[in-house]
């Protein structure tokens, strides 16, 4: 196929999604005209620093969103043929890269609970709280600033809601909570309050009755992954490198919509009740998943060319 039918199947694709592809489209086709006057039938790197010579002037940051669109449609393309190059995030650095996200298998999440909760301390809070915790943030998406913001007031356990007054931007908003949650969030915090002889402010809470901290909660999931092997083992407390507790946000989003297209869903319609789930600004932050999950965006690209490829025929 030539680069610029699969552009257009790529398109199409992508507008289906729910993108607005108008910057994208203008650069992606200017740089197929270029790659036919070149009479190149496959993206390579060095075609890429020849289009980038000959298209004009401009700043680091414009460039590197502009590489940035020609990746994604070269990885589009490489799926489809390995002969076409992806070029490295680093041809042209931009000052902000989103990382790809670490999605956690059921397996190690429910590994990562149960290490934590074999966190040792004075009267068993620690583990109590991490395990929690984490749990908490794998089953609902929560930020962790949002999790360790809750207050007792805010977790309503009799009708297994929860109340967000401190989310990003300022934004306030209400997590429904399937009842094994709720049941888990309950345990806790009557044991919470056994422990600590009275029921707190805070609903995540140390040992002394204070509330938990962020460094403290990334510091004892960092050490929770080191003893399953999801992080080097650290010498002086250190953290060490590989997923993050943030990461558990993403792996619900990802499983979410996995889930979707393995159900037969329409993600179209489900998107906006995810983005109202974890307080996204926009339905944008959201469809970052498919193109930053390889699983999502295979599925997505088999939904949409199996059932339109007709529409994108020449």
């Not at 999604?17 to 086709?29: F, I, K, P, Q, S």
């Not at 390579?44 to 990746?71: H, N």
């Not at 919509?257 to 995810?274: F, N, Q, V």
Request: proline share 4%.
């Amino acid at each position: 196929m030539s680069l610029r039918h699969e552009l257009e199947r790529y398109l199409t694709i992508r507008r289906t999604l729910g993108y607005d592809l108008r910057t994208d489209e203008r650069v992606l086709r200017r740089f197929v005209d270029f790659a036919e006057a070149e009479q190149a039938s496959n993206i390579t790197i060095p075609l890429l620093l020849r289009w980038q010579e000959a298209f004009g002037k401009a700043g680091r940051q414009t460039w590197a969103a502009r590489f940035g669109m020609v990746r994604l449609f070269a990885q589009w393309l490489h799926g489809l043929d390995a002969a076409h190059e992806v070029p490295s995030r680093g041809l042209i650095p931009s000052r902000y890269r989103r990382m790809r996200p670490y999605i956690y298998s059921a397996v190690e999440i429910a590994a990562i609970v149960s290490a934590a909760a074999e966190l040792p301390s004075v009267y068993g809070m620690r583990g109590l709280t991490c395990s929690t915790l984490f749990g908490l943030i794998a089953v609902t998406g929560l930020r962790i600033s949002e999790a360790l913001g809750l207050d007792t007031t805010d977790v309503d356990l009799h009708d297994g809601v929860l109340r967000i007054r401190r989310g990003k931007l300022g934004k306030e908003r209400l997590i429904p909570l399937a009842g094994s949650v709720t049941e888990r969030l309950r345990s806790y915090a009557s044991e919470r309050d056994r422990l600590l002889g009275h029921t707190p402010e805070p609903f995540f809470v140390t040992c002394g009755g204070d509330r938990l901290g962020d460094c403290g909660a990334r510091y004892n999931f960092a050490l929770v992954c080191q003893r399953i092997g999801l992080r080097d083992p650290q010498h002086y407390g250190r953290h060490g490198r590989g997923p993050r507790i943030h990461d558990l946000r993403h792996s619900f989003a990802a499983r979410t919509i996995i889930d979707w297209y393995r159900t037969g869903k329409d993600p179209a319609r489900e998107m906006i009740k995810l983005t109202t789930y974890l307080g996204h600004a926009s339905p944008e932050n959201t469809y970052w998943y498919i193109e930053a999950v390889p699983e999502l965006l295979e599925l997505a690209s088999r939904r949409v060319v199996g059932s339109g490829d007709e529409e994108v025929r020449p």
